[in-house]
T-cell receptor, first 113, second 115 residues
Framework: DTAVSQTPKYLVTQMGNDKSIKCEQNLGHDTMYWYKQDSKKFLKIMFS???????INETVPNRFSPKSPDKAHLNLHINSLELGDSAVYFCASSQNTGNTEAFFGQGTRLTVV | AQTVTQSQPEMSVQEAETVTLSCTYD???????LFWYKQPPSRQMILVIR??????QNATENRFSVNFQKAAKSFSLKISDSQLGDAAMYFC????????????FGTGTRLQVTL
């Protein structure tokens, strides 16, 4: 029943490691997003994909690489993790139409130690 | 660039009372969408209400309503008959229309509901 699901919910890892967060949506939406919420709760877009094509890349370090194998999946791979990468990462999806209502996953809390 | 400002970091309301959360935004576009999202302690982002800029009528969803003032670029959220379950962070957000439009969020308002 889950519309947008992310795994894992929590991720604790050491600096320098490489990790991935997976996201899947079963809403039939064409567009998927990654947002980052920092320690002050500020939410900011990182990437958006439309039908597996990268549409938005908001000056995110190239250590972050999104991958969309199909339009229902958008994974986020992070290389060489840094302390400053600690945050909650949200996946979201929306229809490829003007209403742009976004449905969010439950978030992945990443802690880099 | 579009910006969204929420000037109230925290608000408090008594149960059953009414509270209004403020939001202003800056854009040069005429066609866009505005949203209020709720984030309870569970972390889930939940859409509360949505307003299309071309509609003059203010959106309403049960106890939640907005006061949309397009000329003033203001979009406040009114919560009537507040309930304990309304306690959460509330984010105002803006989006252009069109393909894969991103949400631009304000900094959020933490709402406390007291007995």
């Amino acid at each position: 029943d889950t519309a947008v699901s992310q795994t894992p919910k929590y991720l604790v890892t050491q600096m320098g490691n490489d990790k991935s967060i997976k996201c899947e949506q079963n809403l039939g939406h064409d567009t998927m997003y990654w947002y980052k919420q920092d320690s002050k709760k500020f939410l900011k877009i990182m990437f958006s994909y439309n039908n597996k094509e990268l549409i938005i890349n908001e000056t995110v370090p190239n250590r972050f690489s999104p991958k969309s194998p199909d339009k229902a999946h958008l994974n986020l791979h992070i290389n060489s993790l840094e302390l400053g990468d600690s945050a909650v990462y949200f996946c979201a999806s929306s229809q490829n139409t003007g209403n742009t209502e976004a449905f969010f996953g439950q978030g992945t809390r990443l802690t880099v130690v | 660039a579009q910006t969204v400002t929420q000037s109230q970091p925290e608000m408090s309301v008594q149960e059953a009372e009414t509270v209004t959360l403020s939001c202003t935004y800056d854009t040069s576009e005429s066609d866009y969408y505005l949203f209020w999202y709720k984030q309870p302690p569970s972390r889930q982002m939940i859409l509360v209400i949505r307003q299309e800029a071309y509609k003059q009528q203010n959106a309403t969803e049960n106890r939640f309503s907005v006061n949309f003032q397009k000329a003033a670029k203001s979009f406040s959220l009114k919560i009537s008959d507040s309930q304990l379950g309304d306690a959460a962070m509330y984010f105002c957000a803006y989006s252009l229309t069109g393909t894969a439009s991103k949400l631009t969020f304000g900094t959020g308002t933490r709402l406390q509901v007291t007995l």
